[in-house]
């Protein structure tokens, strides 16, 4: 059993959970939370001391993230370049259009026609030249996002499903903050995040396969490590790139 309450040492909020864990520990999640998990019975003063004497840490931590997802809302809009599965394309906002947002890929470039203004927002001033960028870029590209995954990650899927002998039953492609991918061992199904339409293709490969070995082996024990080594040697490359570049917040 573990417990969950917020904690404030010197003006950090740090989310402390204790219990079912031997030793104190201190995460800095890709969110910017920060969280300390203890064993029951350390008492709060040595866990303040703890996040005093792990300060200097957290905050590089904290500056990383903030420079990360600044360099990353950058890059949605005109002229920005995204990594779609590994190949650099540049964005292209053209005017706002149809009923429907429009994604085309051709050559180098994406181009990207927003829907035209809906009829509550008619009226307000500037949407002739409405160019959405940052987060209401991103949220129009999504959708296409999500195809383009699902689109990469079945032929993956299938030829994977086909080496190691399972099936999953359902893939899903949406937008997770804090995982790359789920796998629910009891139904089979597979859900992927979004966003790994945005990372290397041997990444959503990795992911593609650490699922499907949870259908062999649901924990994240030895066993499960074995059964990577197998059929995915490469894991630990695609991990550490993971690691490196967290899903956005
Ligand atoms: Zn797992």
Redesign the pocket.
Same mark, same amino acid.
């Given at each position: 059993m573990s417990t969950s309450r917020t904690l404030e040492v010197d003006g950090l909020e740090v989310e402390l959970v204790r219990g079912g864990v031997r030793r104190v520990s201190l995460r800095v999640r890709p969110d910017g939370s920060v969280r300390l998990s203890a064993p029951s019975r350390v008492p709060a003063d040595e866990l303040a001391r703890f996040v005093r004497a792990h300060r200097a840490w957290v905050d590089g931590c904290l500056e990383r993230n903030g420079l990360r997802d600044r360099a990353e809302r950058e890059r949605w809009q005109d002229g920005g370049a995204l990594d779609l599965l590994g190949e650099r394309v540049t964005l292209r906002v053209e005017p706002a259009a149809g009923r429907h947002t429009q994604v085309e890929r051709v050559a180098g470039e994406l181009v990207v026609r927003p829907h035209a203004p809906r009829p509550d927002d008619l009226g307000k001033p500037g949407l002739a030249d409405w160019r959405p960028a940052g987060e209401e870029l991103r949220q129009l590209l999504l959708p296409w996002l999500k195809g383009e995954l699902k689109e990469a990650a079945l032929p993956l899927l299938e030829r994977r499903q086909a080496e190691m002998g399972v099936r999953c039953s359902l893939l899903r492609v949406r937008w997770m903050s804090s995982r790359w991918?789920? #796998?629910n061992v009891r139904t089979a199904a597979i859900t992927l995040n979004t966003e790994l339409a945005l990372r290397p293709l041997a990444c959503l490969d990795a992911v593609v396969a $650490?699922?499907l #070995? $949870?259908l062999l082996e649901p924990s $994240?024990g030895a066993r499960?490590y074995a059964l990577m080594d197998r059929w995915c040697p490469g894991w630990p490359e695609a991990r550490a790139v993971l690691r490196e570049s967290p899903p956005m917040r």
């Open positions: 991918g789920s #796998c $650490h699922e #070995c $949870h $994240h499960f």
